[in-house]
């Protein structure tokens, strides 16, 4: 009875993480847009990002604490930090170890903004663009409930609502008024070679 | 009144002196005590790039600042209106490169920069051969380096920056140049008119820099005459000459002499009545709430019109900006363009309290000065040129000749 | 204290003055126009989260800056 209790409690958890990830790299990507409307401040934007962010790595812990003492998968501790070092279903796994990974990363440097900086840390975030779909696929390939309507459905909508707003994102550009002129002043006061 | 030091020697039409004829002239280079220091604090001698700031206070900051510093002889002079650096750097770039040579010393500098608007030739060229010329080994290793023709290239924080990033834009200063600049090391930005002044007070002394000057101020000075005159140029003159003075060595201003612009398009318009009888000295001119700044006395007559000459000039700062922050890139274009349509159409009382209200929200919000500069020198104009902002009709145009300042 | 601001980096995006009207609003162009320091003590913790809330790191809180001379 447990077994089916973890079981269920992974797969949930799994399916909840992979949905609140979703939002968040929306609610980032909203956020590069300066996404503002009456009643929707620009905090509100970076707040829900912020803390959805820290949510999903309470429901992403849960689904992985859960898989790792279930005995059906088998799995050691050491399977949540070594990719590719399990026996059930090697590959799948360990895209969702390093998906995992890569949010670690993500979400430690975050809070560590201050200290390292914006440069760094800005680096470091563009890794959510590998981090999110590692995760769409880990979720589709590691079997069960994968090609289950209500979870296939589910990965459907979240990588066209993702799609979308990655698209829009590229096609609208850089939303800061100064990138343009900022780049013309520059190549006017390059560097020429020295006599 | 002209008082000839940095400019005395060969005629100026011959090019620059060459170093056996400077040498002749002036005596082998001053080899620097560190007294040096002190004699120039009892010179009073202040900087000529812009800001008066005294030299030896500059010096000794640097000093502090620790080991190896590097010396950046500024000769951009971006200011389109100066003519002085170039004039001197032309004319006499053995007395810049003494000067930049006691600064190496004295401050034991591991690096010397020689820093030139990449437009102007002569002035390139003459330093290039200068600095060819000379043995001294901080001059051998010397290098020249090309300043890009844009106003605030010769900035402080922009030259470092172009030294250390190859780009040469202001950068936000949250440290000193004097304490942290090119590569991170003490760096001295010193204008080139200064190092020539030092060049000679290390030969003869602070008394003799202060024998020189009128009305309290010491030393001389250079001052690039611009606008309505007929022989406009750069003159160099007792410290604490007149306006009225140094606009007689120029051919005079004339009956219809409306205003002058003091110290450069960051300096200040002032009402010729007033300005005639001002002092060409960094302290008189502070009293009155205005500047030396580089030294350029630009003249504007009645035939002309201040407030297209304020929209152009407006236009042209607005144009300079680095485009790193907002208040200065879109607050100097909202005013340059709010001038350029009072100077087309005419002004209303909305469109003068609209200046007036983002001069005071730009002001002091840059990364840089370049904004503050701007405003100031737009809010000069609106206090000067009051009566032509509010009656400025469409037409006024028609009626200037060439006698607007240049 | 004051609020201190990175010109340069800031972006014109304007949570800070969604966060702290009482001491920051925006110019007409959307760039933060900051009181006149010292910041009073009752609002320190809403400047603290302005602070903390600026995407690109403009915005720092500092004893308040002699200013520079030169």
């Known amino acids: 009875m447990t077994d089916q209790l973890l079981w269920y409690t992974t797969r949930a958890a799994g399916a909840l993480s992979l949905v609140l990830l979703t939002a968040v790299v929306i609610l980032g990507v909203l956020s590069a847009l300066r996404f503002k409307a009456a009643g929707w401040p620009g905090f509100l934007t970076t707040g829900l990002h912020r803390n959805l962010a820290l949510v999903t790595l309470v429901f992403l812990a849960l689904h992985i604490v859960t898989a790792v003492v279930d005995p059906f998968t088998h799995l050691g501790w050491l399977t949540a930090i070594v990719p590719f070092s399990s026996y059930y279903r090697t590959f799948w796994l360990g895209l969702g170890t390093i998906a995992f990974e890569l949010l670690a990363a993500i979400v430690v440097t975050s809070l560590l903004r201050e200290q390292i900086g914006h440069a760094a840390w800005r680096v470091i975030h563009w890794l959510t663009y590998a981090s999110w779909p590692v995760a769409v696929v880990h979720g589709l390939g590691i079997g069960t409930d994968a090609w289950a309507a209500w979870f296939f459905t589910l990965t459907c909508v979240c990588v066209a609502a993702v799609g979308f707003a990655v698209v829009y994102r590229l096609v609208a550009g850089s939303r800061d008024p100064l990138s343009g002129p900022r780049a013309s002043f520059r190549s006017g006061v390059e560097r020429k070679s020295d006599l | 009144m002209s008082r000839l030091r940095l400019l005395a020697g060969p005629d100026l039409s011959l090019g620059p002196e060459r170093l056996r004829a400077h040498v002749e002239r002036l005596g082998p280079p001053p080899v620097p005590g560190h007294a040096l220091i002190d004699s120039l604090e009892k010179s009073g001698l202040t900087g000529r790039g812009g800001a008066s700031f005294s030299v030896a206070r500059k010096w000794r900051s640097v000093a502090r600042h620790g080991e190896s510093p590097v010396i950046i002889v500024n000769g951009a002079e971006g200011e389109p209106q100066s003519l002085k650096d170039r004039v001197l750097m032309s004319t006499r770039p053995h007395l ?12 034991k500098a591991s690096q010397v920069i020689v820093y030139v608007g990449e437009d102007h030739r002569e002035a390139w060229a003459a330093m290039a051969g200068a600095l060819a010329e000379r043995p001294e080994p901080e001059l051998r290793r010397a290098r020249l380096v090309a300043a890009p023709p844009r106003y605030v290239a010769g900035e402080s924080s922009a030259a470092v920056n172009l030294l250390d990033n190859s780009v040469a834009s202001p950068t936000s200063k949250p440290q000193d140049p004097h304490e942290s600049g090119v590569g991170g090391a003490p760096t001295l930005v010193q204008n080139v008119e200064s190092l020539a002044q030092v060049a000679l007070i290390a030969r003869h002394g602070a008394e003799w820099f202060r024998s020189a000057g009128r009305r309290g101020a010491v030393g001389t000075v250079l001052i690039t005459v611009a606008g309505a005159v007929p022989s406009p140029g750069v003159v160099e003159v007792e410290a604490g000459t007149t306006v009225r003075e140094v606009l007689d060595m120029a051919g005079g201003a004339g009956p219809a002499a409306r205003a002058v612009l003091i110290g450069g398009y960051f300096g200040a318009w002032v009402d010729f009545t007033v300005a005639q009888d001002l002092a060409l000295e960094a302290a008189a001119l502070r009293e009155h709430g205005l500047g030396l700044g580089c030294g350029v006395v630009g003249v504007i007559s009645s035939r002309g019109c201040g407030v297209c000459e304020t929209a152009r000039i407006m236009r042209y700062l607005a144009g300079e900006s680095s ?19 009072i100077a087309d159409k005419g002004a209303n009382a909305d469109d003068l309290a609209r200046l007036h209200r983002w001069a005071k929200d730009v002001r002091g919000r840059g990364a840089c000065r370049h904004p503050d500069g701007a405003v100031m020198f737009l809010q000069s104009a609106l206090q000067t040129f009051a009566p ?17 300042v240049a | 204290m004051e609020i201190g601001i990175d010109r340069i980096r800031c972006d014109g995006r304007g949570l800070c003055a969604e966060l702290v009207p009482e001491l920051i609003r925006l110019d007409d162009w959307g760039y933060p126009i900051i ?13 603290q989260k302005a602070v903390a809330s600026c995407p690109v790191l403009a915005l720092s809180l500092r004893q308040v800056a002699k200013r520079a001379q030169g």
């Open chain 2, 388 to 404: 032509e902002f509010s009656m400025h009709p469409a037409h006024w145009r028609a009626n200037v000749g060439a006698s607007g």
């Open chain 3, 35 to 47: 009181a006149a320091s010292p910041l009073p003590n009752h609002l320190l913790s809403h400047a």
């Open chain 2, 96 to 107: 810049v490169l003494d000067g930049a040579l006691v600064a190496a010393r004295t401050l």
């Open chain 2, 323 to 341: 485009a790193q922050c907002g208040p200065c890139f879109f607050g100097l274009r909202a005013l340059a363009d709010a001038c350029g349509r």
